[in-house]
């Protein structure tokens, strides 16, 4: 029980992380200069690529699931205070500094979180197999529909 309520915790908190997260992605664009934004989400899926292919299982494998969660969630808050603070500049060259730093670290983030989010997916199955007297093809397909369900129902 109290892994499985552990695992909704993560869910809850992921989805919520992510649904703030794509916000600044969806209104860059009418709010700050387009070039900025432009070059900015632009910025933010290289260095999620990037990430992804480069960082995100060697962070993993050195700080464990919760750690590369944790890593994710905070470089996206980064992420989203840069932006914030970007607002709040003109055209001038503070606008380009902040937002585009900051969608650095949300390209970061992105390519750890998704990996770390394997990670303790596959960990907790594991375990709930374990504990639970189920195949780990049940527990894959029950965490994977409480997770579905929560982040859909949240991150939207």
């Not at 999620?48 to 969660?69: D, I, N, Q």
């Amino acid at each position: 029980e109290e892994l499985r309520s552990n695992f909704e915790r993560m869910g809850v908190l992921f989805a919520l992380n992510h649904g703030v997260v794509t916000t600044p992605l969806a209104v860059a664009t009418s709010i700050l200069s387009s070039d900025v934004a432009n070059f900015g989400n632009g910025l933010l899926y290289a260095v999620t690529l990037l990430s992804s292919l480069l960082l995100g299982a060697p962070l993993v494998g050195k700080f464990g699931p919760k750690g590369g969660l944790l890593f994710g969630m905070l470089f996206y808050c980064i992420y989203v205070a840069s932006f914030a603070g970007s607002t709040l500049f003109g055209l001038g060259w503070e606008q380009w500094t902040l937002f585009l730093s900051g969608s650095a670290c949300g390209g970061l983030a992105a390519g750890v979180l998704w990996t770390a989010q394997g990670a303790y997916f596959a960990a907790s199955a594991t375990e709930l197999a374990s504990v639970s007297g189920t195949t780990r093809q049940e527990a894959t397909a029950s965490l994977a529909g409480q997770f579905a369900f929560t982040y859909l129902l949240l991150e939207v």
